[in-house]
């Protein structure tokens, strides 16, 4: 099989079986590899992002329909993004917050407490100076992350996030206002 081949292989798996838009292919892909097009990677992080779309195809085959709501799973891809967290790492915080395997096993209820975990763990670490945000991508996160934030109900990292952030010094150690 030619590389062309096997992109045209992995762009058909992920807007085929796993039902991914154009948008959420590329945030799998820079995930994976960093780059944003198939076609900037070498063969191994191809096959990467082939492996990694072939498991969550896996896994949207295990999830009833009934759980799956698209605009909470692209929030998730786009949080994930943000914190330069893999499908792997997005699937440890969702065990831990949920205790599911994966996101495609939650319901709504459940995807909105992993997205306030996420949206948690981003605020702290702006906060911190973690991550860094140009203006523009701060309104964004901003108005996205507007109506998910709400003190009730969330995960138990947010929790650990918030309360990490309420024990930061205001200034540096030695450092006089």
Not at 58 to 85: C, E, F
């Amino acid at each position: 099989m030619t590389r062309s081949q096997f992109n045209h292989r992995i762009r058909a798996l992920a807007h085929g079986s796993c039902g991914l838009d154009e948008e959420n292919y590329r945030t799998v892909v820079e995930s994976v590899t960093g780059k944003r097009h198939i076609t900037q990677c070498d063969d191994e992080e191809a096959n990467l992002v082939f492996l990694a779309l072939k498991k969550m195809r896996d896994n949207v085959g295990r999830a009833s329909s009934s759980t799956i709501n698209p605009d909470q799973h692209r929030m998730i891809a786009k949080l994930g993004y943000i914190l330069k967290w893999d499908w792997n790492d997005i699937a440890h915080f969702t065990a831990r917050e949920v205790h599911k395997q994966s996101t495609k096993a939650c319901n709504a209820a459940e995807l909105s407490k992993v997205i306030r975990g996420m949206i948690g763990v981003i605020d702290y670490k702006l906060k911190c100076g973690m991550i860094g945000m140009d203006e523009t991508q701060r309104f964004n996160y901003e108005r996205h992350a507007r109506r998910h934030r709400n003190g009730n109900g969330l995960g138990a990292e947010a929790r650990r996030a918030q309360a990490a952030a309420s024990n930061l010094p205001s200034q540096p150690k030695g450092v006089q206002p």
